[in-house]
């Protein structure tokens, strides 16, 4: 049997109270909620640009790496778009237990989806962002032509259009992207996370 | 309109690269595969332990935070197999990108899958681990019972009784837990690592 059987087979594990203590900061969710062309993916990237400045682990979801990754076998179907938010919760909640900061940048428009996901976590690791901008200035924006499209009809249930978007009843923070600046919208998250103390280990 | 039209709706986007930069280390998976109860779970945890004695930031995936999480979805057809390992790959992939280390702890019996998984990474970013045991001296450890229930027929498809487990062909590491300690393969896998530069940012 060799040396085997003097091996101790407990499991010596780091938790994720020592790796926040460790990366002197807290970890959670932002999970930013919003129309498209709303200025989601835009504000996720400039609050987790502050935070690198910060020296604070943080790390980006959007559709760049979720849909052509782990969800690329889902369509829009409405059961896989529930099946998408479900596993970009369950990422998330991987990556808040490896002690950083996730920042998720997806439409997510029903309540229900987006609730689910906070119930995976503790009540102190989602914070939810709702990205606010009307309609209107949504589709003027339009930055990759998509409410064209949907207007045409060659995108079927789009948000907004075709499909409701349901807002956050009681989201712990609200950046409107028509009256405030990317970098105010950053300041008001970044103070919300320092007024939490998330800066400093718990 | 308000101030929306005058946004520079540019993404500001945190690099991989600068992320190692700052965390002043190399990010990879480190890919244990071998028969259950190998020694996988337990060699990945002293080797995340001694990483983050070192202050590297690293995870551990393994069935407790996967099979309960992400992939609960799944059952253990040859399908939902694959499926699993796939999705196990592309979140490995997310914490590489995000400057991490992220050690895996799963039987992955097969070739096919675990070289799928090699290919979503940098050459230098998949470290396939070998955790060599036979299967005798795996089967009179049995943990958690489960070579008994396999040889009761209870458990159909077993790894290594009713089930084909394929060695790696050119593993990049190999330890071999009848022979060897955890304290000499976490050495010999740290070892590895710092003869890679892993211990520097690139």
């Given at each position: 049997m060799?040396?085997?059987t003097?091996?101790?087979?407990h499991?010596?594990?780091?938790?994720?109270?020592?790796?926040?203590?460790?990366n002197?900061h807290?970890?959670?969710?932002?999970?930013?909620?919003?129309?498209?062309?709303s200025?989601?993916s835009t504000?996720a990237n400039?609050?987790?640009k502050?935070?690198?400045?910060?020296?604070i682990n943080?790390y980006?979801?959007d559709?760049?790496?979720?849909r052509?990754?782990?969800?690329?076998?889902?369509g829009?179907?409405e059961e896989?778009?529930k099946?998408n938010?479900?596993?970009i919760?369950?990422?998330s909640?991987?990556f808040?237990?490896?002690g950083?900061v996730?920042?998720?940048?997806f439409?997510?428009?029903?309540r229900?989806d987006?609730?689910?996901?906070?119930?995976?976590l503790?009540e102190?690791?989602?914070?939810e962002i709702y990205i606010?901008?009307?309609l209107e200035?949504?589709e003027a924006?339009?930055?990759?032509?998509?409410?064209?499209?949907?207007?045409?009809?060659i995108i079927?249930d789009?948000?907004?259009i075709?499909?409701?978007?349901e807002?956050p009843?009681?989201?712990?923070?609200?950046?409107?992207?028509e009256?405030?600046s990317i970098?105010?919208?950053v300041?008001?998250?970044?103070?919300y996370?320092?007024?939490k103390?998330?800066y400093?280990?718990?």
């Amino acid at each position: 049997m060799g040396k085997s059987t003097n091996i101790t087979w407990h499991d010596q594990t780091v938790t994720k109270q020592q790796r926040r203590e460790n990366n002197k900061h807290h970890s959670c969710v932002l999970w930013f909620t919003g129309l498209s062309g709303s200025g989601k993916s835009t504000v996720a990237n400039a609050v987790a640009k502050r935070l690198f400045d910060d020296r604070i682990n943080s790390y980006v979801l959007d559709g760049d790496n979720i849909r052509f990754g782990i969800n690329k076998d889902l369509g829009f179907s409405e059961e896989d778009r529930k099946e998408n938010i479900r596993r970009i919760g369950e990422v998330s909640k991987l990556f808040v237990d490896s002690g950083q900061v996730v920042l998720t940048a997806f439409i997510s428009p029903f309540r229900e989806d987006r609730d689910k996901v906070r119930e995976l976590l503790n009540e102190d690791e989602f914070i939810e962002i709702y990205i606010k901008c009307s309609l209107e200035a949504c589709e003027a924006r339009d930055p990759k032509g998509l409410y064209e499209k949907a207007r045409q009809g060659i995108i079927k249930d789009f948000t907004g259009i075709s499909s409701p978007y349901e807002e956050p009843n009681n989201p712990e923070i609200v950046v409107d992207t028509e009256e405030n600046s990317i970098e105010e919208c950053v300041e008001l998250i970044v103070n919300y996370l320092k007024d939490k103390n998330f800066y400093i280990a718990e």
